[in-house]
């Protein structure tokens, strides 16, 4: 079994739609992050959640929002997409210092 | 935040022993270093951690100085396979109230 799962793997939208990721994890971990890796590779954490309570809330604009059904899922909620918002976009189940990402949802936006 | 710096990228003979060096200067007392692996396409994926001296598991080496200003991963007689961006990434352990970003990472590139 798949620890941590995405879907969809690939997203292309246009401009102005509001689109959903999904991300699952079966490791039993409290905790899972968003991150956005751009096209500069730089991989950067946007959101946290631990115990279904968001903890972490970076500068990311609120066109973006996390949502936790359970402790096992962590969606990602995207309105009114803009062409920046283009980039990879992974989830983590963490416990301490390690992280287990899953596979990434490329997502395009034109 | 602890900001990285690393060796963009590396090149390497297969079998040789490859080490990536990260610079740390502003570590905090409570950090952890940690390094990843990403391979094209893919998430990043845990090598190893360490506070201090030596750590050693099946995959790598890492050596970190007293001072902790910088880390060393080591990564012995590479293969093809062990091609992939390598991410260093500084900080406490759990969750917490920081800005968690990983570097540009150093891409190594393995050379039959």
């Known amino acids: 079994d798949t620890a941590v799962s995405q879907t969809p793997k690939y997203l292309v939208t246009q401009m102005g739609n509001d689109k959903s990721i999904k991300c699952e994890q079966n490791l039993g971990h409290d905790t899972m992050y968003w991150y956005k890796q751009d096209s500069k590779k730089f991989l950067k954490i946007m959101f946290s959640y631990n115990n279904k309570e968001l903890i972490i809330n970076e500068t990311v604009p609120n066109r973006f929002s996390p949502k936790s059904p359970d402790k096992a899922h962590l969606n990602l909620h995207i309105n009114s997409l803009e062409l920046g918002d283009s980039a990879v976009y992974f989830c983590?189940?963490?416990?301490?210092?390690?992280?287990?990402f899953g596979p990434g949802t490329r997502l395009t936006v034109t | 935040l602890a900001k990285t710096t690393q060796p963009i990228s590396m090149d390497s003979y297969e079998g040789q022993e490859v080490n990536i060096t990260c610079s740390h200067n502003?570590?905090?007392?409570?950090?952890?270093i940690t390094w990843y692996q990403q391979f094209p396409s893919q998430g990043p994926r845990f090598i190893i951690q360490?506070?201090?001296t030596k750590v050693t598991n099946e995959v790598a080496s890492l050596f970190i100085p007293a001072d902790r200003k910088s880390s060393t991963l080591s990564l012995p007689r590479v293969s093809l396979s062990d091609t992939a961006v390598y991410y260093c990434l500084v900080a406490p352990p759990g969750a917490g109230s920081y800005q968690l970003t990983f570097g540009k990472g150093t891409k190594l590139s393995v050379i039959p």
């Open positions: 502003n570590i905090a007392t409570n950090d952890y």
């Open positions: 360490g506070y201090k």
């Open positions: 983590a189940s963490v416990r301490g210092y390690e992280q287990y």
